[in-house]
């Protein structure tokens, strides 16, 4: 009895799918007190997603249930629901009216899954909280945290993680950043996790078939608001259906007839107008973030090279950030970078370490 009072408790994010479901099983072998938490965060997509790849389906959290049973864990579902509007949804609403592209999965991991979660965990006198990212968390010789890439690169998460600092980092468990996708699947089939072969997860779970344009119409209805597709000049090209419908870098579904390939390279809801150009306009070398966040430190007191990120799935490349206000940084890349989007995160590394990242605000011509 002794023994199990000692068990440093462990509240893990279990979304019904193979990742968190093995995070639990892992844990549990490596002596943790494990409680299985599944997040209820929307309504939106609770009946639409059949197969269970909405983390926020009906079929997702029996199937997280279910997981927690065949290990013998405790399970509850938790209601985030009101948080995850505020933090999400509307993030997701405002930036798109604003002309500009949200990442809803930052928002969500930042805010609800760590920030959220971690205080639920400590009511529950729970040391750590653990999820199914693939990413890892070492302690330096100067008894730093550190977050670093996981060891499958292909698979590697820690760009939506770049948030987490000093203070969160000591409390987080990350069991797979040292595995490949496929040696979890195997992992899963070992423990007889009856998740092992399920689908990925879809990327936003609250979007219904993952229609966000759709989405936007129901919900913001004043986005549909007509206005011109001019060049850089200002000329006038054609006519566009809503700057919310529109990404940087997008060359279909323009409407446009012209001699050479069109870009958006830019939009501004406040001239209600959606910029394009040729191939090279939609690069650009240097941009203004702000809303930073330092895995190690308090913050950006000199200028720094590093290796810069700049979406989800793309190669980190080099870079100098520079310091231009208490808030902000000024990014300049080596070489022109394709579509340098404002609203999506940029993130900071050094070799495989997370220094910290930023919401890329404005591109300079």
């Known amino acids: 009895m002794g023994q199990e009072m000692n068990k440093e408790r462990v509240v893990v994010a279990m979304s019904g799918g193979v990742d968190s479901s093995l995070t639990a099983a892992l844990l549990l072998d490596q002596g943790y007190d494990v409680v299985g938490i599944t997040m209820r965060l929307s309504d939106e997509n609770r009946d639409i997603a059949p197969d269970g790849r909405s983390c926020c389906s009906l079929s997702s959290v029996d199937d997280a249930r279910h997981v927690a049973d065949v290990l013998g864990v405790p399970h509850y579902v938790m209601d985030f629901t009101k948080s995850f509007e ?7 609403f405002d930036e798109y009216l604003r002309g500009r592209t949200p990442n809803p999965c930052i928002a969500c991991n930042r805010y609800i899954k760590f920030e959220g979660l971690l205080k639920k965990a400590r009511e529950l006198g729970a040391s750590y909280i653990a999820t199914g990212h693939y990413a890892c968390i070492d302690r330096s010789e100067e008894d730093v945290y550190r977050l670093r890439k996981g060891l499958d690169l292909e698979k590697d998460q820690s760009y939506v993680l770049y948030h987490l600092n000093q203070k969160t980092l000591p409390h987080v468990l990350f069991p797979l950043g040292g595995f490949s996708k496929s040696e979890t699947r195997r992992m899963a089939e070992t423990y007889h996790l009856p998740v092992a072969h399920k689908a990925e997860s879809q990327e936003i779970c609250f979007v219904p078939r993952d229609d966000y344009k759709a989405y936007l119409l129901e919900k913001r209805p004043e986005c549909a608001r007509p206005g011109e597709i001019v060049d ?12 919310a419908f529109y990404t940087i870098g997008q060359r279909r579904g323009l409407g446009i007839a012209a001699p ?5 390279t830019a939009l501004d809801a406040v001239k209600n107008q959606v910029v394009v150009g040729g191939a090279d306009e939609v690069h650009a070398r240097e941009f203004i973030a702000s809303d930073l966040t330092w895995t190690m430190w308090n913050g950006l007191d000199q200028e720094r090279s590093v290796q810069a990120k700049i979406r989800y799935g793309k190669r980190e490349a080099a870079a100098r950030i520079i310091p231009c206000g208490p808030e902000s940084i000024r990014v300049c890349f ?6 340098v989007t404002p609203g999506q995160s940029v993130v900071f590394y050094e070799r495989d370490v997370v220094l910290g990242g930023g919401i890329i605000d404005e591109v300079i011509d």
């Open 86 to 92: 505020h933090a999400v949804i509307d993030y997701f």
């Open 232 to 243: 850089r000049t200002g000329n006038v090209l054609g006519m566009h259906e809503g700057v």
């Open 260 to 264: 050479q390939p069109l870009y958006v």
């Open 334 to 339: 080596a070489e022109p970078q394709r579509a």
